[in-house]
């Protein structure tokens, strides 16, 4: 009983130590000095990877021409076509369902003063996003010191581009939010999400993204190296000093890939304090537990040792009230201390919980209502909690039409091609 009751009550302070320094470190950031504008004639490269039509995709794209800047800029909108072959100019894009949109988005960036282009690139690798990566930088990476990559979903008005770029133009040693003085190598934005929709499945997915210690607005507090690759920057020099992106097709997680090997070679990542917004469209409860169990895969695949955080604190509440409660029950006759104490575990449980939904929503940029957290915290919590009991029982998953699955080395396979290969062997 006694064992039962303690180990509830330190599990509730490490959530809670755990939440208050995520807390604490975020508002830090959010804290950043002015910087300075880019030297005069700095010109930075923009890719945005597309794929298939999305309801703000022509928005989102547009957005660029939106976006705060001191630099002058060349956008590269991308896509992936079939066959194999070089790369395709506008005359030639293939049959994507994003096209029509990057064309009208072309004209209107264009006619903003920003140098647009359109590419399509064959698919090279299990991971299609890296490819149109890798693709861009092959073909017009030269000559830019540093890259901009933006999901197609991100809107960068008003977004502060300075803050991802200025920093990367020096060349000397600069200091990181973390107090560490290294090579600029690779800074991020944290994002969240906004949708049209009132539906389930796109509440869950701005509650997980924007109410729970899985929004990345919070969490980036605790990891600011990790590498979220939804808006991110990145020296050229370091990117081909590292392997270069086509190296990272066969990963899941190409972004925390990215970020291991920029550490590894002495490369600083830093997150900014403005938080990113994407747009998104309506979706079913379903997609967002797809969605999040394919996260979940990229931590076991290339972070295993991290597995075991989930249940420990991103959906600890339940938990550990449950065992506080089982540890009293078990208990024919417990004594007041052993009940107060349990009390005590629960009580700091919940609030730790509610603290974080309120912190979540804040830094996120959704602004506090007490009204939806409720209804963040149960959305956010189950969603995680189906995800990670899916990884458990299976690494296959749909993305972007493909079907692919994890193997034992972390890598990504096609199903199909796997099944291919065993009939022929055999």
Same mark, same amino acid.
């Given at each position: 009983?006694?064992?039962?009751v303690?180990?509830?009550?330190?599990?509730?302070?490490?959530?809670?130590?755990?939440?208050?320094?995520?807390?604490?470190?975020r508002?830090?950031?959010?804290?950043?000095?002015?910087?300075?504008? !880019?030297? *005069?004639?700095?010109?930075?490269?923009?890719?945005?990877?597309?794929?298939?039509? *999305?309801?703000?995709?022509?928005?989102?794209l547009?957005?660029?021409?939106?976006?705060?800047?001191?630099?002058?800029?060349?956008?590269?909108?991308?896509?992936?076509?079939?066959?194999?072959?070089?790369?395709?100019? *506008?005359?030639?894009?293939?049959?994507?369902?994003?096209?029509?949109?990057?064309?009208?988005?072309?004209?209107?960036?264009r =006619? !903003?003063?920003?140098?647009?282009?359109?590419?399509?690139?064959?698919?090279?690798?299990?991971?299609?996003?890296?490819t149109?990566?890798?693709?861009?930088?092959?073909?017009?990476?030269?000559?830019?010191?540093?890259?901009?990559?933006?999901?197609?979903?991100?809107?960068?008005t008003?977004?502060?581009?300075?803050?991802?770029?200025?920093?990367?133009?020096?060349?000397?040693?600069?200091?990181?939010?973390?107090?560490?003085?290294?090579?600029?190598?690779?800074?991020?934005a944290?994002?969240?999400?906004?949708?049209?929709?009132?539906?389930?499945?796109?509440?869950a997915?701005?509650?997980?993204?924007?109410?729970?210690?899985?929004?990345?607005?919070?969490?980036?507090?605790?990891?600011?190296?990790?590498?979220?690759?939804?808006l991110?920057?990145?020296?050229?020099?370091?990117?081909?000093?590292?392997?270069?992106?086509? =190296?990272?097709?066969?990963?899941?997680?190409?972004?925390? *890939?990215?970020?291991?090997?920029?550490?590894?070679?002495?490369?600083?990542i830093?997150?900014?304090?403005?938080?990113?917004?994407?747009? +998104?469209?309506?979706?079913?409860?379903?997609?967002?537990?797809?969605?999040?169990?394919?996260?979940?895969?990229?931590?076991w695949?290339?972070?295993?040792?991290?597995?075991?955080?989930?249940?420990?604190?991103?959906?600890?509440?339940?938990?550990?009230?449950?065992? !506080?409660?089982?540890?009293v029950?078990?208990?024919?006759?417990?004594?007041?201390?052993?009940?107060?104490? =349990?009390?005590?575990?629960?009580c700091?449980?919940?609030?730790?919980?509610?603290?974080?939904?309120?912190?979540?929503?804040?830094f996120?940029?959704?602004?506090?209502?007490?009204?939806?957290?409720?209804?963040?915290?149960?959305?956010?919590d189950?969603?995680?909690?189906?995800?990670?009991?899916?990884?458990? +029982?299976?690494?296959?998953?749909?993305?972007?039409?493909?079907?692919?699955?994890?193997?034992?080395?972390?890598?990504?396979?096609?199903?199909?091609d796997?099944?291919?290969?065993?009939?022929?062997?055999?």
């Amino acid at each position: 009983m006694w064992v039962l009751v303690a180990t509830a009550l330190v599990w509730a302070l490490a959530t809670m130590g755990m939440a208050v320094a995520a807390i604490v470190r975020r508002r830090q950031q959010r804290r950043e000095t002015p910087i300075e504008e !880019a030297p *005069e004639g700095t010109r930075v490269l923009l890719v945005r990877p597309c794929c298939g039509a *999305e309801p703000e995709l022509e928005r989102c794209l547009c957005s660029a021409a939106l976006a705060r800047r001191s630099f002058a800029m060349d956008v590269v909108l991308s896509v992936n076509r079939e066959g194999e072959g070089a790369w395709a100019s *506008e005359g030639s894009l293939g049959d994507d369902a994003a096209l029509p949109t990057l064309h009208r988005a072309s004209k209107n960036l264009r =006619a !903003a003063g920003l140098g647009v282009s359109i590419q399509a690139h064959p698919v090279t690798g299990e991971n299609r996003k890296v490819t149109q990566l890798s693709g861009v930088l092959r073909e017009q990476g030269d000559g830019y010191p540093v890259i901009l990559f933006a999901d197609s979903n991100v809107d960068l008005t008003n977004f502060d581009l300075d803050r991802l770029v200025v920093p990367l133009l020096e060349r000397n040693w600069v200091a990181l939010s973390s107090g560490k003085r290294e090579r600029a190598g690779a800074r991020w934005a944290a994002f969240s999400e906004v949708s049209v929709s009132s539906d389930l499945g796109s509440r869950a997915s701005v509650a997980l993204l924007g109410g729970g210690m899985t929004a990345f607005a919070l969490l980036c507090g605790l990891v600011p190296r990790a590498l979220v690759g939804k808006l991110w920057a990145a020296r050229a020099d370091a990117i081909k000093e590292v392997g270069g992106m086509q =190296a990272l097709a066969g990963y899941l997680g190409e972004d925390f *890939e990215m970020a291991r090997r920029l550490i590894q070679g002495g490369w600083g990542i830093d997150v900014v304090g403005e938080t990113a917004v994407a747009r +998104v469209s309506s979706q079913s409860l379903i997609a967002v537990v797809e969605r999040m169990s394919r996260w979940i895969c990229v931590i076991w695949a290339q972070r295993p040792w991290l597995m075991l955080s989930y249940p420990a604190f991103f959906f600890s509440t339940s938990l550990l009230c449950g065992l !506080a409660g089982i540890a009293v029950c078990l208990c024919p006759s417990p004594s007041a201390a052993q009940v107060a104490i =349990a009390g005590i575990a629960v009580c700091l449980a919940v609030a730790v919980r509610v603290g974080v939904a309120i912190a979540a929503q804040i830094f996120s940029g959704r602004g506090l209502s007490l009204l939806r957290l409720p209804l963040d915290v149960l959305l956010a919590d189950f969603v995680v909690l189906i995800a990670w009991c899916r990884v458990l +029982v299976s690494r296959e998953f749909d993305w972007r039409g493909q079907r692919l699955r994890i193997d034992c080395r972390g890598r990504l396979v096609a199903v199909h091609d796997s099944r291919r290969s065993s009939r022929s062997s055999s």
